[in-house]
Every structure is written in structure tokens, then in C-alpha cells.
Antibody
């Protein structure tokens, strides 16, 4: 059974880089039909898509984050990662990793399985 | 990119049916069938209810159904139960090669 688990620091200082990892268990990340993504949710607010990656390296990200985002895959560890640079208090949120359902084999398939989420606070 | 528009809240009584709307544009909901709906209970991760406008993942109750007309997608929940009380989010692919979510709707039962 495919499961996802986020990990990383819960506190990041302003202007520094937020780094999170999502560990995939129960399935190989090297799947042609699945795409892996990051979504965040500020406290009390809605969901915001951050970006999506395929194990072959194709990436798609939210232009509203102004090129601060890097998403990558490590097939040897069955993990994918998020780096968000120059963080501010506005980046404080619960960060989720997720995988598409693969129905169409498209990066735009719905996110089907989600991690439990990890809270990241940006503060000095 | 602008978030899709959802009502902030809806309410219903047990056994009734309710519909939550999600309004976008011809560049997202109106132009593509990559519309999905999620349920989120407090402190939990979102759960996929509907994908590709009308399809339910295995294990999701058939009390949940999705539809689309023009630039507006809808989620209907029939036979409301107390456990349906949660936040609901819609999502769509956009012509800018991005994904956008709605602001969320709080359902009170």
C-alpha cells in the first residue's frame, strides 16, 4: 500500500531555505504514470499547489512562488524533495506531499494519496 | 493565478442533499475535465472524493457525485451524515500549465 511521509525542520528563519523530503513506501517512485507533488496550507486557510515532479525529472511549479521552488527526485532513496528559498512569514504553513492517481498518466491527474502533512513555521 | 470561487459555507440537515459550487473560467474549469474535489476534516490531510469531474476513487461513497456546467463545477452530497461535516475544496488544471484550488467551503451538518 503506497504511503507518503513528510520530514524536515519545523522552524526556518526568514530569508533562509525551507527543505522538506517526502519518503515513498509501498511503491517505487520510478513509475511512468504517477506524478509527485507538494501542496501547502497556511493556518486556517485554503490549499495552494506548489509543484509537481515526475521521476524522469519533468517539473511543473506555481509561478506565483516566483522561481523560489525546486522539486527533485531521488530514485535511489525512493524520495522526492522540496526546496523553497528566501522564505518569509507568509510561507508558514502545513506542507503536504501527495501522488496523483495515474488514471490518465498526466501531471494534472488529481492528487490521490497524501502524506499526513508537516507544519513549518518561518520565524526568527 | 486566481483561486477558484467557492461559497464560504453551506449547511444541511441529516438525510438532506446539498450542492457546493466551484466557479472558474474558460481557462480552467470550463476548458478541461481535470476537476477534482477533496474533503478535509480538522487536522487531517485532504481526501480525494471526485476526479475528472465525475469519477469516484475506489472506496468513496456513492453519496458523493460531481458535475460541471460551463465554468462551474459542483459537488453534491446526498443523504447527509454527521461525519460529512468538514471542509471541501475543488481543484482544476489551468491553461497556464498549473493547478489551482478553490478557497474551500465549510459544510455544517
Amino acid at each position: 500500500q503506497l504511503q507518503l511521509q513528510e520530514s524536515g525542520p519545523g522552524l526556518v528563519k526568514p530569508s533562509e531555505t525551507l527543505s522538506l523530503t517526502c519518503t515513498v513506501s509501498g511503491y517505487s517512485i520510478s513509475s511512468n504514470i504517477y506524478y509527485w507533488g507538494w501542496i501547502r496550507q497556511p493556518p486556517g486557510k485554503g490549499l495552494e499547489w506548489i509543484g509537481t515532479v515526475h521521476y524522469r525529472g519533468n517539473t511543473y511549479d506555481n509561478p506565483s512562488l516566483k522561481s523560489r521552488v525546486t522539486i527533485s527526485v531521488d530514485t535511489s532513496k525512493n524520495q522526492f524533495s522540496l526546496k523553497l528559498t528566501s522564505v518569509t512569514a507568509a510561507d508558514t504553513a502545513v506542507y503536504y506531499c501527495a501522488v496523483t492517481h495515474g488514471y490518465n498518466g498526466s501531471p494534472w491527474d488529481a492528487f490521490h494519496i497524501w502524506g499526513q502533512g508537516t507544519m513549518v513555521t518561518v520565524s526568527s | 493565478q486566481s483561486a477558484l470561487t467557492q461559497p464560504a459555507s453551506v449547511s444541511g440537515s441529516p438525510g438532506q442533499s446539498i450542492t457546493i459550487s466551484c466557479t472558474g473560467t474558460s481557462s480552467d474549469i470550463g476548458g478541461y475535465n481535470y476537476v477534482s474535489w477533496f474533503q478535509q476534516h480538522p487536522g487531517k490531510a485532504p481526501k480525494l472524493l471526485i476526479f475528472d469531474v465525475t469519477y469516484r476513487p475506489s472506496g468513496v461513497s456513492n453519496r458523493f457525485s460531481g458535475s460541471k456546467s460551463g465554468n462551474t463545477a459542483s459537488l453534491t452530497i446526498s443523504g447527509l451524515q454527521a461525519t460529512d461535516e468538514a471542509d471541501y475544496f475543488c481543484s482544476s488544471y489551468t491553461s497556464s500549465n498549473t493547478r489551482v484550488f478553490g478557497g474551500g467551503t465549510k459544510l455544517t451538518v
